[in-house]
């Protein structure tokens, strides 16, 4: 792969960037260029989504990927919290499997598994390859993990062969980070020691004291705003995340801009 972008180094983040998880951009409804504005005025995009889930293409995430803008992106390949739920669709990598199989078949190296892995893996390196400007990569193999710490290594290793200028990131449900990744937790609390990503998936950034958050995780890599909006989550009956509609309103993402103002450590720019 060409190299076309340039990863920044952990000890390059004297502070943390904050950025917002758009989980949910990969959809075909998603409004990328209202989610886009949001950092107007802003020295980098900071943002991140999940593959294959919302839809096999990602025409936002190209479309960042291509932007002449310095970007920090944090993307998840496979989707655990729905092996978790047990709601995983025909498409996802997880899908038929439950914790325990996944885990057994992903420690053995179950060819089958990893080749639909690979396959998600590969389409977004094809992605990347075409990217411009800066680009601060960090891959995590699943979101909120439940496999174990060997097969997240498995996983992981595969990321670092074919990944090799993106930063490895551990995103776990629970238990302990494994060593040489950058460790990701989600929630307003989070147990975190750098090098790190704080996300707030899963609890509505509106209902948080952003400013606290952003202090109590200030060592990290990057802190993430979430809200439902940016799962399409519009009401608490399960959506296959492919049939979501996720044509939020220009209101949406003018707050999504004000709260990035509450979560950035400096405040004195003319952006907030």
């Known amino acids: 792969m060409k190299a076309l972008f340039v990863v920044l180094l952990f000890a390059q983040y004297a502070h943390a960037e904050a950025g917002l998880s758009y989980l949910g951009l990969c959809s075909p409804s998603w409004n990328c260029s209202e989610s886009l504005r ?9 943002t991140g989504w999940l593959e294959n889930t919302f839809a096999k293409d990602c025409r936002c995430g190209e479309r960042i990927l291509k932007s002449e803008r310095a970007k920090t992106i944090r993307v998840n390949l496979v989707n655990s919290p729905c092996l978790r739920n047990r709601r995983c669709g025909k498409y996802e990598v997880f899908s038929g499997e439950t914790i325990t199989s996944a885990n057994r ?18 389409r977004f390196r094809s992605r ?14 699943c979101l909120e993990c439940d496999l174990g710490a060997s097969a997240r290594r498995v996983l992981l290793n595969i990321v670092r062969r ?5 930063v490895p990131v551990d995103s776990v449900i629970g238990g302990r980070c494994l060593a040489g990744t950058v460790c990701e ?9 750098a090098p790190c990503i704080a996300d707030l998936d899963g609890i509505n ?5 952003l400013e ?11 802190r993430y705003y979430w809200e439902p909006a940016y799962n399409c989550i519009r009401s608490n009956s399960f959506v296959d995340p492919r049939s979501r509609d ?4 220009k209101g949406t993402y003018r707050r999504a801009k004000r709260k990035l103002c509450n979560l950035s450590l400096d405040q004195s720019s003319g952006t907030c």
């Not at 949001?38 to 900071?46: E, L, P, T, Y």
């Open 205 to 209: 950034g509106n209902a948080v004291n």
């Open 162 to 166: 074919r990944l090799p200028g993106c």
């Open 185 to 193: 937790r989600h929630g307003p609390n989070p147990r975190l020691a």
């Open 212 to 222: 606290q958050f952003g202090r109590r995780v200030s060592t990290c890599d990057v």
């Open 246 to 249: 996720c044509r939020y309103s």
């Open 128 to 141: 990347l390859s075409q990217a411009k400007g800066e680009v601060a990569c960090y891959v995590a193999p």
């Open 105 to 122: 078949k992903v420690s053995r190296r179950n060819r089958k598994l990893l080749r639909k892995y690979r396959a998600v893996l590969m």
């Open 38 to 46: 949001a950092f107007n005025g802003r020295d980098r995009i900071v």
